[in-house]
């Protein structure tokens, strides 16, 4: 259950991996090492940035590893499953923000608390931006635009947010850098997942190639589902890793065969 004092903050260590996967090591990718060096750059201008990506390639683990590092007491995060209201919006910032009492009913009085707060240093993290409605963006810029303001934003997103901000000239105009999470190549695969999990640390290389050409495709997310099913396969079946329960485990990740 989340208390009122851990809504905004950023998830504990142990959310990181998919399904809290036991293990799990954070290893430092090319792209989150630039994530880290972004989100440093942003925070020393005092900018707005975008980090982007299709689903399951680490944006999420990226930016909030970098920000237990670079930031973690200025550090909120809001982040919204559909289209929320400026209404919404402002109720959430009320509550990553930590403010006290109850929220207050008239727009110009809850902008006022907010541009208030907003005079410490903080850093947000809108996780999921491609949700935000344009009426949502243009507030977070007029809070960030505040001359009083100390504000840092990262957007991160996943399809469609590089095109929803780039939508918006106002936005867009101002976000300081843009990064693309891609897919790991084959050899950042070959050289990160050995240190992922104590499971892959002495695995044939040949069989870490064949298991991301034939299933994980340079996705964390797949990695670390496949490494879920090769644990509970080695552990029920007392084998060792070989090449059949390697293919077992990524069987489940198949999708179904397109019809003819």
């Known amino acids: 259950m989340v208390t009122a004092e851990q809504m905004g903050r950023l998830p504990r260590e142990r959310e990181d991996h998919f399904m809290r996967l036991p293990g799990a090591q954070v290893v430092s990718t090319r792209a989150l090492l630039m994530v880290r060096e972004n989100i440093r750059a942003a925070i ?10 299709q689903a399951g390639r680490g944006k999420s683990l990226a930016v909030n590893t970098s920000l237990r590092g ?3 007491r200025p550090t909120r995060r809001i982040q919204f499953r559909s289209r929320p209201s400026t209404r919404d919006l402002r ?11 109850r929220p207050p009913g008239q727009p110009i009085e809850f902008d006022r608390m907010l541009r208030g707060a907003l005079e410490e240093t903080h850093v947000l993290v809108c996780d999921e931006a491609q949700w935000l409605s344009k009426m949502c ?7 960030w635009d505040d001359i009083g303001s100390d504000l840092t934003i990262v957007f991160t997103g996943g399809d469609g947010c590089f095109e929803m901000l780039q939508s918006e000239p106002m936005l867009e105009s101002r976000v300081y850098a843009w990064q693309e999470i891609d ?22 290389p040949d069989l870490i190639e064949m298991c991301d050409e034939e299933a994980a495709e340079g996705n964390f997310r797949a990695w670390a589902k496949i490494t879920h099913h090769l644990v509970a396969g080695m552990k029920e079946s007392g084998r060792s890793l070989d090449e059949d329960l390697l293919r077992w ?4 990740l198949r999708k179904r065969p397109e019809k003819p």
């Open 249 to 252: 485990s990524y069987s489940k």
């Open 91 to 101: 109720h959430e910032l009320f509550h990553a923000l930590g403010l006290q009492g």
């Open 137 to 143: 963006f243009e507030y977070l810029r007029y809070l």
């Open 183 to 204: 897919r790991m190549p084959l050899e950042e695969v070959l050289a990160v997942i050995p240190a992922f999990h104590p499971v892959w640390a002495d695995t044939d």
């Open 44 to 53: 020393e201008a005092r900018a707005m940035i975008c980090i982007y990506g």
């Open 70 to 72: 670079l930031a973690p």
